[in-house]
């Protein structure tokens, strides 16, 4: 890079995307507004709340509270309860599960808690240990 330049240097990385909302240990709660990650590596405790799509490949320990689409990566661990519109779960979830639209297990994942949801769809190679309550929206 020249050093007297007066041509501004490219950013590496696209800006970050919009805000986001996500309980940390401190009790703050956080949201996500678009697209979101919650990468492997990163644990929260308290209520995780967004309203369009989240990844979760980390550890939560509380309350996720969503209108829209989760997907729990095959490293997440999730203690607590989770309420979302759709939500994919390919990791470990120990609570109980409440979709208005779709719930999938997909292979490789464990649930030890209840499921409601209007459609459920099982992978032959996912472990569920719980109970199930499908019932179609009229």
Do not use: W, Y
Not at 4 to 24: D, G, I, L
Not at 93 to 119: M, N, S
Request: a neutral charge; hydrophobic letters at 35%.
């Amino acid at each position: 890079m020249n050093m007297f330049s007066t041509r501004k240097s490219e950013p590496a990385a696209p800006p970050p995307a919009p805000a986001r909302e996500t309980q940390s240990t401190n009790g703050a709660s956080v949201s996500s507004a678009g697209g979101g990650l919650l990468s492997r590596g990163v644990s929260i405790k308290g209520t995780v709340k967004f309203s369009n799509e989240l990844l979760i490949d980390g550890e939560v320990e509380g309350e996720i509270d969503s209108s829209g689409n989760l997907t729990i990566g095959e490293h997440a661990s999730i203690k607590g309860q989770v309420r979302s519109k759709s939500i994919k779960v390919r990791g470990t979830v120990e609570g109980d599960i409440f979709a208005t639209e779709r719930c999938e297990l997909q292979a490789g994942c464990t649930l030890k808690g209840d499921i409601e949801a209007p459609r459920l769809v099982v992978d032959e190679n996912a472990t569920f240990l719980g109970s199930a309550k499908v019932t179609p929206k009229s």
